[in-house]
């Protein structure tokens, strides 16, 4: 059974940052490629960013590019999350997403899904 844990969200001021990780068990790890959404409350989940299986390539999403970046580690089985310069509008539950599949726009399902882990961005 795949598992995706994530971790490391947490309350900062605007223009702080924080990393969030995603350790994933139960699954070949290095591949998946690993997808970042949020999801803020009373919107529709924003799909972040992705990584592809090697590290190689990856994508982000015009609103947070230039301030995240994402990064994994196959031998850890983590995704990474580097947030930076932090707005309140950063404000969201964080998911890690599994999928065989690369995709820099949003598919209709993902192999594996986190709980989720809570970013809040004070202004």
């Known amino acids: 059974q795949a598992h995706l844990v994530e971790s490391g969200g947490g309350l900062v001021q605007a223009g702080g940052s924080l990393r969030l990780s995603c350790a994933a068990t139960?699954?070949?790890?290095?591949?998946?490629?690993l997808n970042w959404f949020r999801q803020a409350p009373g919107k529709e989940r924003e799909f972040v960013g992705v990584?592809?299986?090697?590290?190689?390539?990856?994508y982000l999403a015009d609103s947070v590019k230039g301030r995240f970046t994402i990064s994994r580690d196959n031998a850890k089985n983590t995704v990474y999350l580097q947030m930076n310069s932090l707005r309140p509008e950063d404000t969201a539950v964080y998911y890690c997403?599994?999928?065989?599949?690369?995709?820099?726009?949003?598919?209709?399902?993902?192999?594996?899904w986190g709980q989720g882990t809570q970013v809040t961005v004070s202004s």
């Open positions: 997403a599994a999928d065989l599949h690369y995709s820099d726009y949003v598919k209709d399902k993902y192999d594996f």
């Open positions: 990584i592809s299986w090697s590290g190689g390539t990856t």
């Open positions: 139960g699954l070949p790890f290095s591949s998946y490629a």
